[in-house]
Nanobody
Framework: QVRLVESGGGLVQPGGSLRLSCAAS????????IGWFRQAPGKEREGISC????????YYADSVKGRFTISRDNAKKMVYLQMNSLKPEDTAIYYC????????????????WGQGTQVTVSS
């Protein structure tokens, strides 16, 4: 069965770093775009980053650009989100998502979602 499992969340002080991982199973990542999303209580879900399937092009929301880096290892069926210079407003549940999408761009909708991992940035 298709499954995505996030890990690596936790509590960190402002200015600190975390690396989130997304482990995929039940499908081949080769032709799938992967996105990272986050949602805080009372707020809309926000797309923050994605990586394409064809050439590994990456995209970032303005809110995280220059601080977060997305990467993938198709052989290991893993996707990562390196988060640096964390701010309190980064506090949210973070989700990874996937969609079969053979393009250098990223899709606007995703088919498969993980359960989420909590990131809390506080002093």
């Amino acid at each position: 069965q298709v499954r995505l499992v996030e890990s690596g969340g936790g509590l960190v002080q402002p200015g600190g770093s975390l690396r989130l991982s997304c482990a995929a199973s039940g499908f081949n990542l080769d032709y799938y775009a992967i996105g990272w999303f986050r949602q805080a209580p009372g707020k809309e879900r926000e797309g923050i980053s994605c990586i394409s399937s064809s050439d590994g092009s990456t995209y970032y929301a303005d809110s995280v650009k220059g601080r977060f880096t997305i990467s993938r290892d198709n052989a290991k069926k893993m996707v990562y989100l390196q988060m640096n210079s964390l701010k309190p407003e980064d506090t949210a549940i973070y989700y990874c998502a996937a969609r079969h999408y053979r393009s250098s761009a990223c899709p606007s909708r995703y088919d498969y979602w993980g359960q989420g991992t909590q990131v809390t940035v506080s002093s």
